[in-house]
């Protein structure tokens, strides 16, 4: 049997047959899995604040367009309450009182309806022109009053709590 080719022999280094070297082996390969463990454990941690971050943002999102919503709805009413406002300012006769009555009853349930949702109107009489506040669509002479003092209003402003619904139209005084 000329064509048999010999066995080779086993390896018999010390590192092969040390059970202290198969160990480090062991523990080199736990420690990577160690590291991989906590990397997928970083990764899951960031993708959990991440998915958090994005369900608040979406959350105050949907919160501010519900309240533009109601913003924009209330600044149209504003519209009608004007026309109301203007509509009662005007002397009817004695045959027009029931209509009057009308008018001031359907006023009556808008100005309740705005009160229920926060709305409340500026009392801008007296107080010094604020730009943040007021609209000057008139400046007039005027030496009984102060430089800057609102002394008419052309058209209500309107607050919702503290915010801005809609600038008062004012007359100015300067000196």
Avoid: C, W
Avoid at 10 to 17: G, N
Avoid at 20 to 38: K, Q, V
Avoid at 77 to 83: E, K, Q
């Amino acid at each position: 049997m000329a064509d048999e080719h010999p066995t080779e022999p086993a390896d018999t280094s010390p590192a092969a047959t040390d059970p202290r070297e198969a160990s480090d082996a062991g523990t080199g390969d736990l420690a990577a899995l160690r590291r991989e463990r906590a990397e997928f454990y970083d990764r899951l941690l960031r993708k959990t604040a991440e998915f958090d971050n994005y369900r608040k943002r979406i959350e105050r999102e949907r919160r501010e367009q519900a309240d533009q919503a109601v913003i924009d709805l209330l600044r149209e009413l504003l519209l009608v309450v004007d026309d109301f406002d203007r509509a009662l300012t005007v002397e009817a006769g004695d045959s027009a009182a029931n209509y009057r009555k009308g008018i001031e009853l359907i006023h009556a349930k808008l100005d309740d309806l705005l009160t229920k949702n926060g709305v409340r109107p500026m009392d801008v009489l007296g107080e010094d022109f604020d730009p943040n506040l007021h609209q000057a669509v008139i400046h007039e002479v005027s030496p009984e009053h102060r430089e800057g003092e609102v002394i008419g209003e052309l058209r209500r402003g309107y607050l919702r709590g503290d915010r801005l619904l809609r600038p008062a139209m004012v007359k100015v005084a300067k000196a």
